[in-house]
C-alpha cells in the first residue's frame, strides 16, 4: 500500500457520473494533489490538480469533472460527470509533481474506470 487509498472507480454507461475519492496515510495534504489516468496504450495524463482553492483541469476534464480536497479527512475527490468512453482508464492520486510516476503505482494503487458506449 503507498502513502494514498484511492477508491470509487467502477463501470458506467456514456453520460453517468462517478466520484473518486483518495485519502491520504501518514502525510498531509500540503502541496498540490492531482489525479492521473492511464489508458491502455497510452502516456499517463494529468486530469485535474488541487491545491485549497486552486484547482487545475486538462482539456478533457474541463467542464465535466470537479476536483476537491477535504483537508479535515486528508482527502482529495474527483466527481466525474458526463463520463465518455475516451474517460476509460486507470486513474490515479499522487502529488501535482509526482508526472508519470504516478501511473506506476509508486503513490499507491488506481482505480478501474470504465465507460461503456
Known amino acids: 500500500e503507498g502513502p494514498v487509498v484511492v477508491s470509487g472507480g467502477g463501470s458506467v454507461q456514456a453520460g453517468g457520473s462517478l466520484r473518486l475519492s483518495c485519502t491520504a496515510h501518514g502525510f498531509t495534504f500540503e502541496l498540490a494533489m492531482a489525479w492521473y489516468r492511464q489508458a491502455p496504450g497510452s502516456e499517463c495524463e494529468l486530469v485535474s490538480a488541487?491545491?485549497?482553492?486552486?484547482?487545475v483541469y486538462s482539456d478533457s476534464a474541463k467542464g465535466r469533472f470537479t476536483v476537491s480536497q477535504d483537508t479535515a479527512k486528508n482527502s482529495v475527490y474527483l466527481q466525474m460527470n458526463s463520463l465518455k468512453p475516451e474517460d476509460t482508464a486507470v486513474y490515479f492520486c499522487?502529488?501535482?509533481?509526482?508526472?508519470?510516476?504516478?501511473?506506476?503505482?509508486?503513490w499507491g494503487q488506481g482505480t478501474q474506470v470504465t465507460v461503456s458506449s
Open positions: 499522487a502529488s501535482a509533481v509526482a508526472g508519470a510516476r504516478a501511473c506506476t503505482g509508486a
Open positions: 488541487v491545491r485549497g482553492n486552486a484547482t
